[in-house]
T-cell receptor, first 116, second 115 residues
Framework: AQKITQTQPGMFVQEKEAVTLDCTYD???????LFWYKQPSSGEMIFLIY??????QNATEGRYSLNFQKARKSANLVISASQLGDSAMYFC?????????????FGAGTRLFVKA | DAGVTQSPTHLIKTRGQHVTLRCSPI?????VSWYQQVLGQGPQFIFQ???????GRGNFPDRFSARQFPNYSSELNVNALLLGDSALYLC??????????????FGSGTRLTVV
């Protein structure tokens, strides 16, 4: 069975500082993809970053980077230079790529508060 | 280009009633997935449709059904509504069936309240 665990219900960060949001996962699928999404109060889920299980390098997208440690089954999101607009819910998600890839599993989320 | 559009944005229904939620994917996207997000939780997978065929189904009762039309838009139907069906229903579109590295593009959701 696949599972995503996000152990931080809420996080505070000072504006312009970096913050790490934790994510661990469990899967028996040998090939999988890991995703992070942002959900502002408006409700829309916004895709941030993707990491494939066979990718050798950690993914980066602007101020977002994914700290992928395969042996530890962790896929932490690092947001650098936090901005007030980063305040939102953040979800870690996973999709098995060998099982038809039709189902994405989401964690419970971490609410990030950016302080001015 | 328009993003994923969902209608209605908000809905209030009574227990036992039926509801239909609608989703129009991004132009050129042939895959539509439906997710239920209960307050305080992450989204839970309900269905995926690709090229008008059901490709996957989550652990939801038969009261939940969906379909995809030739223009790739989709409907989610829920019969005999229960209080526990109150949630944000999210539609996501992508270009491919297997999806791979494709991050979903989500709509803003339909917030369903069952009273």
């Amino acid at each position: 069975a696949q599972k995503i665990t996000q152990t931080q219900p809420g996080m505070f960060v000072q504006e312009k500082e970096a913050v790490t949001l934790d994510c661990t996962y469990d899967t028996s699928d040998p090939s999988y993809g890991l995703f992070w999404y942002k959900q502002p109060s408006s409700g829309e889920m916004i895709f941030l970053i993707y990491q494939g299980s066979y990718d050798q390098q950690n993914a980066t997208e602007g101020r977002y980077s994914l700290n992928f440690q395969k042996a530890r089954k962790s896929a932490n999101l690092v947001i650098s230079a936090s901005q007030l607009g980063d305040s939102a819910m953040y979800f870690c998600a996973m999709r098995g790529l060998n099982t038809g890839g039709f189902k994405t599993i989401f964690g419970a989320g971490t609410r990030l508060f950016v302080k001015a | 280009d328009a993003g994923v559009t969902q209608s209605p944005t908000h809905l209030i229904k009574t227990r036992g009633q039926h509801v239909t939620l609608r989703c129009s994917p991004i132009s050129g996207h042939k895959s539509v997935s439906w997710y239920q997000q209960v307050l305080g939780q992450g989204p839970q997978f309900i269905f995926q449709y690709y090229e008008k065929e059901e490709r996957g189904r989550g652990n939801f009762p038969d009261r939940f059904s969906a379909r995809q039309f030739p223009n790739y838009s989709s409907e989610l139907n829920v019969n005999a509504l229960l209080l526990g069906d109150s949630a944000l229903y999210l539609c996501a579109s992508s270009t491919t069936r297997s999806q791979g590295a494709d991050g979903y593009t989500f709509g803003s959701g339909t917030r369903l309240t069952v009273v």
